[in-house]
């Protein structure tokens, strides 16, 4: 190699920084409808307000949250060559998302989620079972890219119905060989699952973040306390369970606990993606080094705002409006 080629390999390596995240998991189009009634097959036009497409997906979710808190964060994920992968796509660059791990694959839709929304906030989804969210494999990654980061997020256990204990091992295994920080979420399993079928996988996990009605489900436990000791009995290292209006209950497998309250005052317009929200806010408190009482925090402001707006990713707009709730749930707590 000649001083000037090297010269110039260093100069791009300088040019292009790692990245603080990678998010592993779907990214699909939201059709919201709201609001519906019950009797709307009764109707033979049925109009609304408005009807308009969104990004949906946990990780493209917390994608847009970790990139709108400051982070540098790049999505994992499968898309078709289609209008709606594009326009999934167009929103990544608009966001300073990097998309060098999301494939377009010929062949395959762009999952879109139809949800139909009633005035009381009752929901149905319409989903796609041939869409890309259930098409995605482990085939579709590549693995070389996933080390790139401080931290791994897979967005969610049981969402890619591909992307069994198997995969999430090779996965994983990659990411601790870098060095990095494991983080997991989950969504009730859509094929019976059960946490002894991702047993290998939980036991890679730093940080995982179930809701309460989840994790007691998976667990056959009620009493939150022994939910936690139950899933950490899988290797898992810290478990963050989601209690909704009363914050978030964190305990560590050296059996340190903690429960970390909600912000209070708040009413609930839309509850999509609060999860995911919660999932950045606390991913961002982590980069940051803050202590697990400061990440429960930044996850339960992050979900405050989340919950307050309609639509999964309306709610964070900036670092600055994050901040000034922050501070006012700062305030609740002094």
Not at 169 to 183: W, Y
Not at 267 to 273: H, M, R, S, V
Request: with cysteine; net charge negative.
């Amino acid at each position: 190699m000649t001083a000037s080629s090297h010269q110039a390999q260093m100069t791009m390596q300088i040019v292009a920084p790692p990245l603080d995240v990678v998010c592993i998991g779907a990214a699909i189009v939201d059709v919201p409808l709201r609001p519906v009634s019950k009797d709307i097959f009764d109707h033979e036009s049925y109009p609304l307000d408005r009807i308009g497409m969104t990004i949906g997906g946990d990780a493209i979710n917390e994608s847009t949250i970790i990139s709108r808190l400051g982070h540098r964060v790049g999505l994992m994920s499968m898309v078709g060559q289609d209008i709606m992968g594009n326009f999934i796509l167009d929103h990544c660059r608009r966001e300073g998302i990097d998309t060098a791990g999301v494939r377009q694959r010929a062949g395959v839709d762009t999952s879109i989620n139809i949800g139909l929304v009633t005035a009381d906030g009752e929901r149905t989804f319409v989903t796609n079972r041939n869409g890309s969210l259930w098409k995605m494999s482990i085939d579709d990654m590549d693995l070389s890219l996933v080390g790139r980061a401080r931290v791994l997020s897979l967005a969610s256990f049981f969402n890619n119905p591909r992307l069994d204990n198997a995969a999430l091992v090779k996965i994983f295994q990659v990411a601790r060989a870098a060095g990095m920080t494991i983080v997991a979420d989950m969504i009730k399993p859509r094929l019976g699952e059960t946490f002894d079928d991702i047993a290998e996988a939980l036991s890679y996990v730093d940080y995982f973040f179930p809701n309460c009605d989840e994790a007691r489900l998976m667990t056959g436990e009620e009493d939150i306390e022994r939910v936690a000791d139950r899933i950490l009995a899988y290797g898992v290292r810290h478990v963050v369970i989601k209690i909704g209006k009363s914050g978030v209950f964190i305990k560590a497998h050296r059996g340190t606990a903690m429960t970390v309250p909600a912000m209070k005052g708040i009413t609930a317009l839309d509850t999509i993606g609060a999860g995911d929200n919660f999932a950045s806010g606390f991913i961002a408190g982590l980069l940051e080094g803050k202590p697990l009482t400061a990440c429960g925090a930044y996850g339960n402001v992050a979900a405050s705002l989340a919950i307050t707006s309609i639509g999964a990713t309306t709610g964070v707009k900036s670092r600055e409006s994050f901040e000034r709730q922050l501070e006012a749930y700062r305030r609740q707590q002094a």
